[in-house]
């Protein structure tokens, strides 16, 4: 599995140190290799500190499988294309058009197509899509499609992608009518807009223990698998969300600023890592259940410190206080959810 919380460390904290040779390995190959250690089990049972019955989920909504797949206006900048006289656009046609090389040269392009026969939107290059579709969406992701160190680039790269469109369907069999329902000027002012939102709630929730001398890291590992969480993505422990259609893979995890930041099995198992501080942290915005997930994390790290010892602190080493870090955090969540952006949501995930 890849390496993915990188995005934890986000507002200057310090990442941990590159290391050789890292490889991926399946989950099975994962907890092969540290039941081979011995590492696998906890010295006692799980104790119920974390509990998934309190997080929770928004309602499934049963429209959104009946109406399928189509670009969101406000993250994408959508171009309609519906053939002359109505003419359907076959599926191999497509492939041809929008072939793999061309795809990979422009990952922020996503084909959408409506099926007459199944009567919804939805990826029109999927691996079960209809043989023809009656119209197509382009969907161009703004947030992927500009760089976000250098938004005034962005126009530009707008303008090729809508030439290079532009070519490709003249050189198409049949004349096809293309509509775009924007200037390249107000998407570029509404990606503005977005990249200002990523900005101001990019925003993680991390609470340090922090020890004065080094915690022995056997024990570390113990109480870290005493507590329910699993080792595994990216060498860190995580508690994992089994609800996999809202927000991340993990609810939240544990790493270390000790180097190397994470945790290898055999280094632990041979007492060459024993860190000075676990931090537990999680992404709010792509997070199922901000605030319950918050409690739970909070509780988490008070059982550690009575298993471990030490001082709890906040991000920037001052004692944490937690009423204070929940109300900002309520605040932050409450504004995400006025403006439509629900924590954990497929477009919260897609802009943060």
Not at 21 to 37: A, G, P
Not at 207 to 213: A, W, Y
Not at 295 to 319: H, K, S, T, W, Y
Not at 341 to 350: K, T
Request: with cysteine.
């Amino acid at each position: 599995m890849l390496k993915r919380l990188h995005r934890f460390f986000f507002s200057g904290r310090k990442r941990p140190t590159p290391q050789p040779n890292y490889f991926i390995s399946t989950r099975t190959q994962t907890q092969e290799r540290i039941r081979k250690l011995g590492m696998d089990l906890p010295s006692q049972d799980i104790v119920p500190v974390l509990d998934r019955n309190k997080i929770l989920y928004p309602a499934p909504d049963p429209r959104a499988e009946m109406e399928g797949y189509e670009p969101d206006p406000e993250l994408e900048w959508v171009i309609d294309l519906e053939g002359e006289k109505g003419r359907p656009f076959a599926l191999h046609d497509l492939r041809e058009i929008f072939n793999a090389k061309w795809r990979s040269e422009h990952n922020a392009v996503e084909i959408y197509g409506y099926a007459s026969e199944e009567g919804r939107w939805g990826y029109a290059l999927a691996g079960d899509s209809p043989e023809k579709f009656d119209r197509l969406k382009i969907g161009i992701r703004l947030l992927t499609a500009g760089n976000i160190k250098r938004p005034d680039l962005l126009p530009s790269l707008l303008e090729k992608i809508r030439v290079e469109l532009r070519r490709r369907m003249a050189a198409y069999r049949w004349k096809t009518n293309i509509r775009e329902n924007e200037t390249v000027a107000a998407v570029v002012e509404r990606t503005r807009q977005l990249l200002d939102l990523k900005k101001e709630f990019s925003r993680d929730v991390l609470i340090v223990l922090k020890s004065d001398t080094n915690y022995p890291g056997m024990q570390v590992w113990d109480t870290l698998l005493t507590l329910g969480l699993q080792w595994g993505d990216g060498d860190y422990f995580h508690w994992e969300n089994l609800n996999r259609d809202h927000g991340e893979q993990f609810l939240f995890s544990v790493w270390s600023t000790s180097a190397p930041g994470y945790f290898f099995p055999e280094a632990v198992k041979a007492g060459r890592f024993n860190p000075m501080d676990l931090v537990f942290g999680f992404w709010i915005a792509r997070n199922a259940d901000p605030v319950h997930v918050f409690d739970a994390m909070a509780d988490a790290v008070e059982f550690c410190q009575q298993r471990l010892g030490g001082r709890i602190l906040n991000r920037e080493g001052l004692p944490f206080d937690k009423g204070k870090e929940r109300a900002e955090l309520l605040g932050i969540v409450e504004v995400l959810n006025a403006r439509g952006i629900v924590p954990g949501s497929h477009r919260a995930v897609r802009i943060f």
